[in-house]
């Protein structure tokens, strides 16, 4: 049981340049979500999806987008990246939306946009 | 503005003493609040977490806090170990949805 999973570890775009970042996760989990973390702002909501199919947006949404065509799979899309991209990216499953299930978290993708 | 905040970026103590870890919160209508733990080089894990009828959960060295007149949660380790040391974040829900807000996080360094 892998849990959470996310590649790369580690990448370095140019500006304008576009990347997907992969996310999947081996515990039928319906709830899938995707946070960046910038140093002092914690962690905030990019994008979610409560099933495969069904996709919305989080707090912070401009820039990215995201599909799940499978239960197991999430990932991330930067079209353009810019500086302001630039940011630890966490992705997270849970059983369900509710905030009383515990959301496991993926290892993390450290992004740096020259 | 942030609706979550800590305002203690870091936090050392020695081994053995308590670790108290604060947040502050705005939104009157957060219901349920949570502490994820942070090492290095890893996501966040779960660590304890609290609903808004109760104001204390205690499991094992933790114990979480809340103190809804004055909008504030706090998070005791006792007794503080060197593999606590960690950055924690406290996140908070909105009983109608499933959107956590997070805070900046505190780190901690508990000295041996």
């Known amino acids: 049981n892998a849990g959470v999973t996310q590649t790369p570890k580690f990448q370095v775009l140019k500006t304008g340049q576009s990347m997907t970042l992969q996310c999947a996760q081996d515990m039928n989990h319906e709830y899938m979500s995707w946070y960046r973390q910038d140093p002092g702002m914690g962690l905030r909501l990019i994008h979610y999806s409560v099933g495969a199919g069904i996709t919305d947006q989080g707090e912070v949404p401009n820039g990215y987008n995201v599909s799940r065509s499978t239960t197991e799979d999430f990932p991330l899309r930067l079209l353009s990246a810019a500086p302001s991209q630039t940011s630890v990216y966490f992705c997270?499953?849970?059983?369900?939306?509710?905030?009383?299930?515990?959301?496991?978290f993926g290892p993390g993708t450290r992004l740096t946009v020259l | 503005d942030q609706q979550v905040k800590q305002n203690s970026p870091s936090l050392s103590v020695q081994e053995g003493r308590i670790s108290i870890l604060n947040c502050d919160y705005t939104n009157s209508m957060f219901d349920y609040f949570l502490w994820y733990k942070k090492y290095p080089a890893e996501g966040p894990t779960f660590l304890i977490s609290?609903?808004?009828?109760?104001d204390k959960n205690e499991d094992g060295r933790f114990t979480v806090f809340l103190n809804k007149s004055a909008k504030h949660l706090s998070l005791h380790i006792v007794p503080s170990q060197p593999g606590d040391s960690a950055v924690y974040f406290c996140?908070?829900?909105?009983?109608?949805?499933?959107?956590?807000?997070f805070g900046g996080g505190t780190r901690l360094m508990v000295k041996p």
């Open positions: 996140a908070a829900s909105l009983s109608a949805g499933n959107m956590l807000t």
């Open positions: 609290i609903s808004s009828i109760k």
């Open positions: 997270a499953s849970s059983y369900s939306p509710s905030a009383t299930d515990t959301q496991y």
